[in-house]
């Protein structure tokens, strides 16, 4: 199995929510704040899980989903935001996801369907494969009907 795969996927949607919900403001990301504490290795470098961290956001504003004015350190992204395309991205809605409530006000709703609230939920419940499908999504990569090969 490909984990790092996974964890892409799991940086890649806590950095790109991180600057949703601060949108359109800019702010430092650090990588910390994502993933939690790492400690250094035995030569002061940051881990393999916190390069990893690092390296997907490096990697979302070099293919134009989020913007940045320099690195701080290892430790995080000073001055990013989401770019036009990340924040339509997560914006848009996510098909085939009514709110379970449809006594719920429209925005609420609206909301709910999102890519960004559905993220926030994967997310949340831990739920890895849901994540990697999500983000496929941001990705512009369309889910797969059944019967179609992959």
């Excluded at 996510?94 to 609420?108: D, I, K």
């Excluded at 709910?112 to 496929?136: F, I, K, N, P, Y």
Aim: charged share 25%; hydrophobic share 45%.
């Amino acid at each position: 199995m490909d984990l790092q795969i996974d964890d892409f996927h799991k940086n890649a949607a806590a950095g790109l929510l991180r600057l949703y919900q601060a949108f359109p403001r800019k702010i430092a990301l650090y990588v910390e704040d994502l993933i939690g504490r790492e400690e250094p290795d035995e030569f002061g470098l940051p881990s393999t899980r916190h390069q990893s961290c690092l390296g997907a956001l490096l990697w979302l504003a070099e293919e134009g989903y989020l913007r940045f004015d320099s690195t701080i350190r290892h430790e995080a992204l000073d001055q990013a935001v989401l770019s036009e395309k990340g924040f339509l991205r997560l914006s848009r809605p996510v098909a085939g996801t009514a709110p379970a409530n449809p006594a719920l006000p429209a925005s609420v709703q609206r909301v709910r369907t999102t890519l960004a609230w559905q993220l926030r939920e994967a997310l949340a419940a831990g739920d890895s494969e849901r994540l990697v499908q999500l983000g496929r999504l941001i990705f512009g990569v369309t889910p797969a009907r059944s019967g179609d090969i992959v």
